[in-house]
Antibody, heavy 121, light 109 residues
Framework: EVQLLESGGGLVQPGGSLRLSCAAS????????MSWVRQAPGKGLEWVSV????????YSADSVKGRFTISRDNSKNTLYLQMNNVRVEDTAVYYC??????????????WGQGTLVTVSS | EIVLTQSPGTLSLSPGERATLSCRAS???????LAWYQQKPGQAPRLLIY???NRATDIPDRFSGSGSGTDFTLTISRLEPEDFAVYYC??????????FGQGTKLEIK
């Protein structure tokens, strides 16, 4: 059974930093791309970032480019999102999601339960 | 970036009725790379449909997807009480960014 368990969310001040983690199990983590998707309170889904299986390439939404960094540790089956210089508008539930597809054409077949990040002074 | 517009914003129907949800893209979605998700309050999204018309694992056959190019449809043939939720479409026809529609809320009439 595929399981994705996010952690690391919480309250952070504007301009601060936070690192989210996603522990994966039930599939071969090291051969799969991984992604983060977020959802602001009462709003829709917004794709944040994706990383390919070996970590060699990453892609991010313009809204987080230069501030958020996606990374992974295949020896620990863990995905990360380093969030720097956070803004109030980054307040959201952050979901870890397992992409499926080919050549970066991905939909998301499994999702974690999410971790809430609140940016406020 | 492809913008997806879902309609209607809210759909009010009764159990047993047929639901038709629309997703329109600002430009053609190549090879029908479009997915649909269901999200219930307090839960993560769940994949329903990929490739515009392929049901994901364990999805009941009352859910079906259709369409191509810029116009896509999710149909629920006979609504069950557990189907009332928010539905999102997502395009993945090109390299990132992946984009989602704003959602359609399906509520009990």
């Amino acid at each position: 059974e595929v399981q994705l368990l996010e952690s690391g969310g919480g309250l952070v001040q504007p301009g601060g930093s936070l690192r989210l983690s996603c522990a994966a199990s039930g599939f071969t983590f090291s051969t799969n791309a991984m992604s983060w998707v977020r959802q602001a309170p009462g709003k829709g889904l917004e794709w944040v970032s994706v990383i390919i299986s070996n970590g060699g390439s990453t892609y991010s939404a313009d809204s987080v480019k230069g501030r958020f960094t996606i990374s992974r540790d295949n020896s620990k089956n863990t995905l990360y999102l380093q969030m720097n210089n956070v803004r109030v508008e980054d307040t959201a539930v952050y979901y870890c999601a397992k992409p499926r597809g080919q050549q970066l054409r991905y939909y998301f077949d499994y999702w974690g339960q999410g971790t809430l990040v609140t940016v406020s002074s | 970036e492809i913008v997806l517009t879902q309609s209607p914003g809210t759909l009010s129907l009764s159990p047993g009725e047929r639901a038709t949800l629309s997703c329109r893209a600002s430009q053609s979605v190549s090879s029908s790379y479009l997915a649909w998700y269901q999200q219930k309050p307090g839960q993560a999204p769940r994949l329903l449909i990929y490739g515009a018309s392929n049901r994901a694992t364990d999805i009941p056959d009352r859910f079906s997807g259709s369409g191509s190019g810029t116009d896509f449809t999710l149909t629920i043939s006979r609504l069950e009480p557990e189907d009332f939720a928010v539905y999102y479409c997502q395009q993945y026809g090109s390299s990132p960014p992946y984009t989602f529609g704003q959602g359609t809320k399906l509520e009990i009439k």
